[in-house]
């Protein structure tokens, strides 16, 4: 019998990870990519323990991640010339894998995504460059993918794991115009600065109308963002040109205290981009078709989660396909419908949860006014001794599972 053969499309973050747990569980995936090679695009992301968990259960791959664990989380105000720490904790690895099992990683996302698809490869994956998804078609039994280029493939079920611009989402529900939150980032890579040698810190700088988040991705480098409010910037991940990244080195963010504005006057890359989610959707699935990733729930970076739910997305999914088709035979529409209704019904409220967290945090942390910004720091300093916060913030890094079910 052969194996069930499944198309994944997108080999972005999410797609080489499921395909690797597709393979390594019986099934025969296959990615597309849109791009025509791994790029260079985008920044830097942190891993969190929920995402570590779902990666841990690739024998080997944890141990290749390449990036660096921040010690401390700094949040501290710049107002007026007034520098104040609103918030010192300590998240060094050791203490978070004595709560949570695993540490926080920064991690360059090209590099990252690059692990990812060696990885794929390793297992035998087979990586379609070059080929953008349009048109899918089912039958009783498959689902045909037309690429741009004009090539077809035909596999058992697919998934879409394209990202904020899906074409398979749109191909289920129609096209919608992505939510711009009213926020854009403008980020880069730098050499580590001499005030913060030695300091491997998550620092969150606050100030009128901005925020700035910074950690280190290697012992040598660091990523920043800084969130302004903005009318419409584009999703490209596209550097700016020289003197667009010139003026933001010479600009009023370069002054900033705690090293940040050293970070950005030595800013590599510098690339501007908006920040977007998507609505709710009503379901992530019709027929053999699902969604997976950012293609189901786009979210804007503020709680840092957008692949590491992606990752608890497909600890999920191939815990329901291995309960409802433990052989990884052929399925039939029926027994789908049951894995991806499981899958929705469990994780799309909750998503849907963390996207609008997201969108609240941005919120509250770019305000403008010193008197509106004075209110922000002060709850700040508080929400880090709130019970209730700690108690959400353990239960998101404790998932997806305490005993893998896979
Ligand atoms: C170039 C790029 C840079 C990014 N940089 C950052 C960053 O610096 N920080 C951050 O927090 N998040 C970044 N993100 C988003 C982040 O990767 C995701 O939020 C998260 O990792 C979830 O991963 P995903 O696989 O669902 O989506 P993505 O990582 O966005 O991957 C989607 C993949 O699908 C491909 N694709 C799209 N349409 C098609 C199609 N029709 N056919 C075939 N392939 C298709 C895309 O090219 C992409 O490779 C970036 C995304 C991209 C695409």
């Not at 972005?12 to 990519?33: H, S, W």
């Not at 989380?73 to 060094?92: A, F, N, P, R, T």
């Not at 998804?133 to 009783?140: G, H, K, V, Y």
């Not at 501007?272 to 699935?285: A, I, M, V």
């Amino acid at each position: 019998m052969t194996n069930t053969r499944v198309i994944v499309v997108g080999a972005g973050i999410a797609g080489p990870v499921l395909a690797i747990f597709l393979k390594t569980r019986g099934y025969d995936p296959i990615i597309y990519e849109r791009l025509p090679s791994p790029g260079e695009g985008g920044l830097s992301f942190i891993l969190q323990p929920n995402g570590l968990r779902v990666l841990s259960l690739i024998p080997g791959l944890l141990e290749q991640i390449p990036g660096h664990s921040p010690d401390r989380m700094i949040h501290c105000s710049s107002l007026e010339g007034k520098e104040d720490i609103l918030v010192d904790l300590d998240i060094s690895p050791d203490t978070m894998r004595e709560r949570f099992g695993f540490p926080l990683i920064g991690v360059r996302r090209a590099e990252f995504q690059r692990l990812l698809i060696n990885t794929a490869e390793k297992h035998g994956i087979e990586i379609k460059w070059g080929h953008q998804a349009t048109e899918f078609e089912q039958s009783e039994n498959a689902v045909q993918v037309t690429f741009a280029n004009g090539i077809k493939d035909i596999a058992s079920f697919v998934v879409g794991c394209d990202g904020l611009h899906s074409n398979t989402r749109i191909a289920l529900f129609g096209k919608e115009k992505a939510n711009f939150t009213g926020l854009a980032q403008c980020g880069g890579l730098s050499p580590t600065p001499p005030a913060l040698r030695g300091k491997f810190a998550m620092i969150n700088n606050y100030g009128n109308g901005r925020h700035m988040i910074s950690y280190p991705v290697a012992e040598d480098q660091w990523a920043w963002a800084i969130t302004t409010r903005e009318t419409e910037v584009k999703e490209d991940w596209k550097t700016q040109h020289v003197e667009q990244q010139n003026e933001i080195r010479r600009g009023p963010l370069s002054d900033w205290a705690f090293g940040a504005g050293d970070l950005v006057k030595t800013g590599q890359n510098i690339v501007k981009y908006g920040l977007y989610d998507r609505p709710e959707l009503k379901s992530w699935f019709k027929g053999r078709i699902v969604l997976l990733g950012d293609a189901a729930h786009p979210t804007s970076p503020h709680l840092g989660q957008g692949a590491n739910q992606a990752f608890e997305d497909i600890y999920h999914i191939m815990r329901l396909l291995k309960k409802y088709n433990p052989s990884a035979s052929q399925p039939s529409t029926e027994l789908l419908s049951q894995v991806f209704i499981d899958y929705q019904d469990l994780r799309l409220p909750r998503t849907s949860e963390l996207v609008r967290g997201a969108r609240q945090q941005g919120e509250a942390r770019v305000v403008e006014g010193i008197d509106a910004c004075r209110v922000r720091d002060e709850k700040i300093r508080i929400v880090f001794h709130d019970d209730a916060a700690k108690m959400a913030q353990s239960n998101l890094l404790s998932g997806p599972f305490k005993d893998s079910e896979l």
